[in-house]
Antibody, heavy 124, light 109 residues
Framework: QITLKESGPTLVKPTQTLTLTCTFS??????????VGWIRQPPGKALEWLAL???????RYSPSLKSRLTITKDTSKNQVVLTMTNMDPVDTATYYC????????????????WGQGTLVTVSS | QSVLTQPPSVSAAPGQKVTISCSGS????????VSWYQQLPGTAPKLLIY???KRPSGIPDRFSGSKSGTSATLGITGLQTGDEADYYC??????????FGGGTKLTVL
């Protein structure tokens, strides 16, 4: 059974850097074809994809947020970390991490399952 | 403004059928697989359909997916009150990024 859980601060101040950790079990990020993605959802709004890291450390970012995002993995700890710099109140959202099932084609993606999400509020 | 266009809301009576459309372009839906996600109130999204029309284990066959050209459709038959949720389509885009639709709120009248 695959599970993922997000952790990190619930409140950050404007201009600060947000660091979120996704801790997972039931799969290994060293397995060929696997990946982990980050998605966020502002209150009452739609899902927004942020980043994806593949088994071979290849990374993809949302074009609109690329300059602010960094995704890394620690295979030994079964963790993926997302950092987002220069936080703003508009970044207030629930942040989810999700498993990208095994596929050798990097454009062949879907997310299953998802973590429960963590609400991050940006306020001074 | 989402890259993929979905109707903001749809509704139907219990037992009826509903379809939710997802419109894109040759940069995304036209050349990539589509997946669909169900988000029940207050919960994380859940995969319903992947590879345009495949259901993960545990997803009832009341849920179906199809794709034609640059559009995809999610179909739900035998509507139940428990199907009331937000539904999102998603796919890969040639900008080397994943994109979601704006979401559709399903109301079972």
């Amino acid at each position: 059974q695959i599970t993922l859980k997000e952790s990190g601060p619930t409140l950050v101040k404007p201009t600060q850097t947000l660091t979120l950790t996704c801790t997972f079990s039931g799969f290994s990020l060293s397995t060929s074809g696997v990946g982990v993605g980050w998605i966020r959802q502002p209150p009452g709004k739609a899902l927004e994809w942020l980043a994806l890291i593949y088994w071979d450390d290849d990374k993809r970012y949302s074009p609109s947020l690329k300059s602010r995002l960094t995704i890394t993995k620690d295979t030994s700890k079964n963790q993926v970390v997302l950092t987002m710099t220069n936080m703003d109140p508009v970044d207030t959202a629930t942040y989810y991490c999700a498993h990208r099932p095994r596929s050798p084609n990097r454009m062949h993606n879907w997310f299953d399952p998802w973590g429960q999400g963590t609400l991050v509020t940006v306020s001074s | 403004q989402s890259v993929l266009t979905q109707p903001p809301s749809v509704s139907a009576a219990p037992g009826q059928k509903v379809t939710i459309s997802c419109s894109g372009s040759s940069s995304n839906i036209g050349n990539n697989y589509v997946s669909w996600y169900q988000q029940l109130p207050g919960t994380a999204p859940k995969l319903l359909i992947y590879d345009n029309n495949k259901r993960p284990s545990g997803i009832p066959d009341r849920f179906s997916g199809s794709k034609s050209g640059t559009s995809a459709t999610l179909g739900i038959t035998g509507l139940q009150t428990g199907d009331e949720a937000d539904y999102y389509c998603g796919t890969w885009d040639s900008s080397l990024s994943w994109v979601f639709g704006g979401g559709t709120k399903l109301t079972v009248l």
